[in-house]
C-alpha cells in the first residue's frame, strides 16, 4: 500500500520510513481512536444491555450500536419470533470478551 509524504507529497513504498524526496518522517499507521471495524466477534462486558448481543455485531462490523438495538427490538416484535432466536444464538454462540485477570501474567493475556 503506498503512502504519500505529508510534506511534499511524494509517493513512497509502504514500507518507507523517510521521504525520500524532503527527509520527512512517515508516520506508520495513525492509531485509531475507540474500535475499528472488523474488530473480532466478541461481547463486549462495558456497555451491553442483556448479553452484548448488538455491541458485538456493531462493533465487529462498525455499525451504530443503536441502529442495531432499534432494529433488534423492532424486529424481536414483528419478525415472529426469528430475532429472538436469533438473539439467543447469538447469545450462546459469539463468545464473551477475555477480561484481564487481577494478579494474571503475561498482563493482556
Ligand atoms: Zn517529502
Request: a neutral charge; one cysteine or more; proline letters at 10%.
Amino acid at each position: 500500500m503506498p503512502v504519500y509524504c505529508t510534506q511534499c507529497g511524494t509517493g513512497l513504498p509502504g514500507s518507507a520510513r523517510f521521504c525520500s524526496n524532503c527527509g520527512a518522517v512517515i508516520s506508520a499507521g495513525q492509531p485509531i481512536p475507540g474500535r475499528a471495524p472488523g474488530s473480532p466477534l466478541v461481547r463486549p462486558h462495558a456497555g451491553r444491555q442483556i448479553a452484548g448481543v448488538c455491541l458485538a455485531l456493531a462493533q465487529a462490523n462498525g455499525w451504530d450500536v443503536a441502529v442495531i438495538r432499534i432494529l433488534a427490538v423492532l424486529g424481536f416484535f414483528f419478525s415472529g419470533g426469528f430475532v429472538g432466536v436469533a438473539y439467543v444464538a447469538g447469545w450462546i454462540g459469539i463468545p464473551e470478551e477475555l477480561i484481564d485477570m487481577p494478579g494474571a501474567y503475561p498482563p493482556g493475556i
